[in-house]
Nanobody
Framework: EVQLVESGGDMVQPGGSLRLSCAASGFTFSSYDMSWVRQAPGKGPEWVSRINSGGGIKYYTDSVKGRFTISRDNAKNTLYLQMNSLKPEDTALYSC?????????WGQGTQVTVSS
């Protein structure tokens, strides 16, 4: 059974940092591209970042470029999202998903709230 379990969400002040993790199981993690997707209250899902299976190719949506960094540890079956210089507009439920631009599996998500 494929499982994706996110952690690391929290409430932080603007300008703060968080590191999200996504623990994967039930499939050969190192063989799959992975993505982070977020959904803000009242809005549809928004792609945030993606990384290829080997970790050498990474893309970001324009609004997070220079602030967020995606990475993965294939030995630990874990995907990460380092988020710096957080803004209130980053407030959302962040989910990891298996896939590059279409997603077969999603996690339940971890809530990130940026507020003073």
């Amino acid at each position: 059974e494929v499982q994706l379990v996110e952690s690391g969400g929290d409430m932080v002040q603007p300008g703060g940092s968080l590191r999200l993790s996504c623990a994967a199981s039930g499939f050969t993690f190192s063989s799959y591209d992975m993505s982070w997707v977020r959904q803000a209250p009242g809005k549809g899902p928004e792609w945030v970042s993606r990384i290829n299976s080997g970790g050498g190719i990474k893309y970001y949506t324009d609004s997070v470029k220079g602030r967020f960094t995606i990475s993965r540890d294939n030995a630990k079956n874990t995907l990460y999202l380092q988020m710096n210089s957080l803004k209130p507009e980053d407030t959302a439920l962040y989910s990891c998903a298996r896939g590059w631009d279409s997603y077969e599996y999603w996690g339940q998500g971890t809530q990130v709230t940026v507020s003073s």
